[in-house]
C-alpha cells in the first residue's frame, strides 16, 4: 500500500510540474484570456480539438488542469488515510486545500478577469503562480516522506544540492536579457522550467537534511526555496523589468549558489538509512 501510495504521489507531482509549465505556456503565449466569460466550454466546444490555436491552448489547460486537480484529491486521500506520520497527512491536506484558492485565481484571472479591476493584473498572476508552487512543493515533500515510508529509502542531500547547482548556470544562460535578445515564449518557458528544478532540488535537499537531523542545512535549503520562489516570482511580471532588477535576479542566484555549496560541502552523501 505505501508502495502504491508513494507512486501515485510520484504521478502527481510530475503531473503538477508539468500543469505548471502548461499555465506559463499558456500565459506567455498570450491564450490566457482568448476564451473570455465561456466556462467550462470555449466557443461552444468543450473538448479543444478543432479550435484555433490560442483557444486550443487555453481549453487544453483548463482540461489538464482538471485532470491534475483529481489526481491531487486522490493523493490528499491517500496520504490521510494510509499514512500514520503526521507530517504526512498534513501534506496531503494542504495540497488539497490549497487547490480551491488555485482554481478560484485560475479563474479569475481567464474567465471572469475583467469583472474586477484586479483581474488580469501581474499581481494576481503572481499569487496564482504562488498558490501553484506551494501545492508542488507540499506534493514534493508528501512524495519525498511516502517514498521513505515505503522502504525507498530518502536520496541523497549532497546530489540534490549538486543537482540544482548544475541547473542553475543554465537557468542563468536562459533568464532575460542574459544571452538572448529576445525574451520569447520558447526560452521563458525554458527559462521557468529550469528555476523549476532549481526549486525542486531546494526542496528534495531541504526534505532529506531535516531527515538527517541537519538543522543548519534544512534551514539553507528552506531560505534557497524562498529565494528561487521570488526570482520565479520576478519572471511573472509583478515589478516592471528594470536593469535594477535584472541585477537583483543576478545576486539571488549568487545566493542561490552559495546556499547549495553550504548544502553540499556540509552534507555527508549518505542516506538516512544508511546512516540509522
Not at 58 to 86: K, N, P, S, Y
Not at 150 to 165: C, E, H, K, M, Q
Not at 181 to 193: E, F, P, S
Request: aromatic share 10%; proline share 3%.
Amino acid at each position: 500500500m505505501d508502495r502504491r501510495s508513494y507512486q501515485l504521489a510520484a504521478v502527481t507531482t510530475v503531473l503538477t510540474f508539468a500543469l505548471i509549465l502548461v499555465g506559463e505556456y499558456t500565459a506567455v503565449s498570450g491564450s490566457g484570456a482568448t476564451c473570455g466569460l465561456q466556462w467550462p466550454d470555449c466557443n461552444g466546444q468543450l473538448l479543444p480539438l478543432g479550435l484555433q490555436v490560442h483557444d486550443f491552448v487555453e481549453q487544453f489547460h483548463r482540461g489538464f488542469a482538471m485532470v491534475v486537480g483529481f489526481f491531487i484529491l486522490g493523493t490528499g486521500a491517500v496520504a490521510w488515510r494510509g499514512f500514520d506520520a503526521r507530517d504526512v497527512k498534513a501534506g496531503g491536506v494542504l495540497a488539497v486545500v490549497l487547490l480551491p484558492l488555485q482554481v478560484i485565481l485560475g479563474g479569475t484571472t481567464v474567465t471572469f478577469s475583467g469583472l474586477v479591476p484586479w483581474g488580469y493584473m501581474p499581481i494576481t498572476q503572481a499569487v496564482h503562480h504562488l498558490a501553484a508552487l506551494a501545492i508542488f512543493a507540499t506534493l514534493l515533500y508528501t512524495t519525498l516522506r511516502m517514498r521513505e515510508l515505503a522502504g525507498v529509502g530518502l536520496g541523497r542531500v549532497r546530489t540534490a544540492a549538486i543537482g540544482g547547482l548544475a541547473v542553475l548556470p543554465v537557468a542563468l544562460v536562459f533568464s532575460r536579457n542574459t544571452v538572448f535578445a529576445v525574451y520569447g515564449t520558447r526560452v521563458q518557458l525554458i527559462h521557468h522550467a529550469l528555476e523549476l528544478l532549481v526549486f525542486t532540488a531546494a526542496v528534495a535537499a531541504f526534505v532529506w537534511a531535516r531527515r538527517h537531523g541537519d538543522r543548519r542545512v534544512s534551514q539553507a535549503m528552506l531560505a534557497t526555496g524562498v529565494v528561487v520562489t521570488v526570482q520565479i516570482l520576478i519572471g511573472t511580471g509583478v515589478v516592471q523589468f528594470s536593469p535594477t532588477v535584472q541585477l537583483t535576479y543576478y545576486v539571488l542566484t549568487a545566493v542561490v549558489a552559495a546556499l547549495f555549496l553550504v548544502a553540499a560541502r556540509s552534507t555527508p552523501n549518505r542516506s538516512v538509512a544508511a546512516a540509522s
